[in-house]
């Protein structure tokens, strides 16, 4: 009588361990591909949303302590996102490697380029902390900025460089991860991370209880905490045989061959990147020039384009982990409608949004402002962008799937060529259009997004990009 129930609790251990045994090793490369899309792509849409909540609560405490120290941080702010996108970039090389790897069904390969993933990461951490240490001051006063806005700015960007192994690790592990076909993991992991910098974070600037009051650098400090705690938890579920990918280093060497490959897959998507924040920086300052309200409106149009792009970010990266893993299972086409599905779906939701924001605008700029010239502007602001967010699913799904695919320089000359060749200088000349004005430089942005999305759509329906060898 005593050994019935064991027995049960054993057989339910077993058959628990044999499901997550299965999710495991679940081949993307078989199956419903909407399926698989969406299945790959709500856990990185959750893990993108969790890592926008840290910076938004941030500026909320950075605020509290005075104009300066919004500025410094913001200023300091957008270097670290030039940084990150190169960082990004570069990881993306080793990601295309690892999918492609999976799909061939070769594990050993998979394994040493992410492995060899982890000595770029360590000399990029390095090479980013003697910038910190020594450079910080300087990038902010080649800016122009006032001496306590440097200072306070020095203080946080010296941080984020010196601490940025931890975030490294973290972005490290979560794409090697990912680009296995593991997206659960990363989820769980910016969920412990981003809810503990969200509590740690305010504590750190104000001195809350045991902790120290550390003003602008406490921000930094938790962000460091956090993410080294992500990194630790994502490097011991791949040594621990946690995720698809069981990584060891016995007998590791350096593999330059290897590295050679993933810095040229990731060198463009790098450029990329960096040049979509410095674009920005240069549109924002074209907009300053039509006033505060403008560059408020501006702003929060921003917010809400970084909310709603993020399902088609999620399905664009589930996308390129489909197009590497079934171009390395030699299934070309299925990789091509990989691509054309998500882009499909995020057209119809964004289609779908459009609707409503036409109509919504103004209520949607309240809840970021009770200005009515900020209401008014960013209203209107959201209506235009409407013509580029009909076509924006194919400029966030098609080059996240050639990145995927390895085939990250047509991406890149797209993004130069349309925000360089066309977003910038209409930008400057638009506004002079009479009765355009400030929207002018939203209509310029509309346009760098059409032009971006008729290229991918051209370069993508060639299919060059499938015969890529990695």
Known sequence: MTTQPKNENSSSSVTAKANHNSKLNRDWTQGSISGN????????????????????????????????AVAGVGVAGIIVGVVNSILMGIFSGMGA???????????????????????????????????????????????????DVVALGAAYLSIQFIGMVSMVFEWLTNTIMQASGDTMNPMRIALVARLFAIALSPCLVFGVWIFPKMGVRGPAVAGVITFAIGGAIGLWLLLSQRSRLKIDFKGFRPDFKIIGKMVKIGLPAAINGAQMSVVGLVVMDVVAKFGTVAVAANTIVSRVEGVIYMPGMGLGNAAGVLAGQNLGAQKPERAEKSGWTAAGLVVIGMLVFCSVLLLWANPIVRIFSNDPDVIHIGGNFLRIACVGYMIVGVSLVLP??????????????????????????????????????????????????????????FYFRGGRWKRRKV
Request: hydrophobic share 55%; charged share 10%.
């Open 37 to 68: 899309l969406l299945t790959l792509a709500w856990p990185i849409i959750i893990s993108s949303s969790l890592n926008m909540l840290g910076p938004t609560f941030d500026a909320i405490w950075v605020g509290r302590l005075g104009a300066d």
């Open 97 to 147: 490697l690892i999918s492609r790897s999976i799909g061939a069904g070769d594990k050993e390969a998979a394994v040493n380029a992410a492995r060899q993933g982890f000595v770029v990461g360590i000399f990029l951490s390095i090479l980013m902390a003697v910038i910190g240490t020594f450079f910080s001051g300087h990038l902010l006063r080649m800016l122009g900025l006032q001496p």
């Open 400 to 457: 996240a799937c050639l990145n995927g695919a390895g085939d990250t320089f047509i991406p890149m000359i797209a993004g130069i060529v349309s925000m360089w060749g066309a977003q910038i200088p209409l930008a400057y000349t638009l506004p002079n259009i009479h009765g355009l004005g400030v929207y002018g430089i939203r209509w310029a942005i509309v346009a760098a997004v059409w032009i971006r999305a008729l290229t991918y759509i």
